[in-house]
């Protein structure tokens, strides 16, 4: 198993590839996947599913271009479906491009398989109200989006986040995590679930 990092779109967003020998899954492609396209030709890769954190903009400029290219079905959560009909879904904010329109499908929390690995699947809301994070235990790492970086918290002032959710939606799921999975988000650097409830001052009363 490889997870390969990918700094994409405007906004620079991690996008990753998670893959063993023939299958991938891409997460959060954030901008043009030509780069991520020429990686998994290059090693060989299916890619079976394309999963989105979140619907922000950031994390979906290459949705349609990396469904295009590869066939893939492309996943989030039923509850942020209403970011499609806004402007931090559709793009176009801040003078940033417009995202090319794309059609998902939604996916429950709970148990599920990609690419051959076993993920779970959490629904963590508070950056958005659908915001999900998929934690891969065979790899010890969960691709959180912008529920938690390093050092910090997603931002909760956009329509549909909540400070008070986040927190609970970080407390419950990725602080119950094994210390050692790598929280992998969709900005900066990877962090650890025990190092961040150790050290995230949103949580250290700091």
């Given amino acids: 198993m490889e997870i390969k990092t990918f700094h994409l779109g405007p906004l620079q967003t991690n996008c990753y590839v998670l893959s063993g020998d023939k299958e991938a899954v891409v ?32 994390h979906t400029y290459g949705n349609k ?3 295009d290219a590869t066939g893939a079905p492309i996943l989030c959560s039923q509850e942020d479906l209403y970011l499609l009909e806004s402007e931090l879904g559709k793009g176009g904010t801040f003078g940033l491009p417009m995202v090319d329109e794309y059609t998902p499908e939604t996916i429950e929390p709970g148990e599920h398989s990609f690419a051959g690995f076993a993920c779970t699947v959490f629904l963590t809301p508070g950056h958005s109200q659908g915001s999900l994070t998929y934690y891969f235990p065979e790899a010890g790492a969960a691709f959180v989006g912008d529920l938690i970086f390093y050092r910090s918290i997603g931002r909760t002032d956009f329509p549909g986040g909540d400070m008070g959710i986040l927190r609970g939606s970080v407390i419950n799921h990725i602080f119950d995590l094994p210390p050692e999975t790598l929280l992998l988000s969709g900005h900066g650097p990877e962090t650890t679930a025990g190092d961040e409830k150790l050290h995230n001052p949103f949580f250290t009363g700091f």
């Fill in 27 to 58: 997460v959060d492609p954030g901008g043009d996947p030509a780069e991520v396209l020429a990686y998994l030709k290059d090693k060989g890769l299916t890619v079976t599913h394309i999963l989105n954190t979140h619907l922000h903009f950031d």
């Fill in 65 to 67: 271009a990396m469904a």
